[in-house]
């Protein structure tokens, strides 16, 4: 309500030069000017049913982004993708404002999708009708990962990082 959210951009470089692209962050603005993430407010907001209006506004500032011709990657909370008041969302953002629905990748946890998988389906198969792309982010955490792979239209794979740090050393 007193509009102390912020969207930091981490550029995701493509390892054969490919398109650059930018996931976007949540952040919180303090009352003192201090930066508060995720971690401190998101689970309160899960707890107290707030986490759609804050998806909802990350939405609505990444396509503005998007119709920008800014390539931005989301994560989109469990909660989000289980309801049905999302993707309308999404569907009018992306008409008011003429986004390209390419310029916009969703993130969808594997942990979400353990949740409700038929929910998941659905959400990333309408995203990509749009013509938004999917990424499942931190892939290898949950137990049916290759399950998900072949059930979801997933156009992008965000390996979790306990594989691959130590992967240009290790043989």
Same mark, same amino acid.
């Given at each position: ?15 054969? +030069? ?11 603005? +303090? /009352? ?12 309160? #907001? ?12 990350? @939405? ?6 998007? %119709? %920008? +011709? ?5 994560? @989109? ?6 309801? @049905?008041?999302?993707?309308?969302? *999404?569907?009018?953002?992306? /008409?008011? !404002?003429? #986004? ?7 993130? *969808?946890?594997?942990? %979400? =999708? ?7 389906? %659905? &959400? #990333?198969?309408?995203? #990509?009708?749009?013509?938004?792309? @999917?990424?499942?982010?931190? &892939? +290898? !955490?949950? &137990? ?14 965000? *390996?979790?990082?306990?594989? *691959?740090?130590? =992967?240009?050393?290790?043989?």
């Amino acid at each position: 309500d007193e509009g102390r959210f912020e969207l930091y951009s981490q550029p995701i470089i493509a390892l054969t +030069g490919g398109q650059h692209r930018e996931e976007l962050l949540l952040r919180m603005i +303090g /009352r003192g000017g201090e930066e508060i993430l995720p971690g401190s407010f998101l689970p309160a #907001a899960e707890k107290y049913g707030l986490i759609f209006e804050i998806d909802q506004w990350v @939405v609505t500032e990444a396509v503005r982004l998007a %119709a %920008a +011709g800014r390539n931005v990657q989301i994560n @989109v909370s469990a909660a989000s993708i289980s309801s @049905v008041d999302l993707l309308p969302v *999404i569907e009018r953002e992306l /008409r008011a !404002t003429g #986004a390209d629905a390419a310029n916009l990748v969703f993130e *969808i946890t594997e942990t %979400a =999708l353990m949740l409700d998988l038929a929910a998941g389906e %659905a &959400f #990333a198969s309408r995203l #990509a009708q749009l013509g938004c792309g @999917v990424a499942l982010d931190d &892939f +290898g !955490t949950g &137990f049916g990962s290759f399950t998900y792979l072949k059930r979801l239209r997933v156009h992008y794979l965000k *390996i979790d990082i306990e594989f *691959i740090r130590d =992967l240009p050393t290790s043989l």
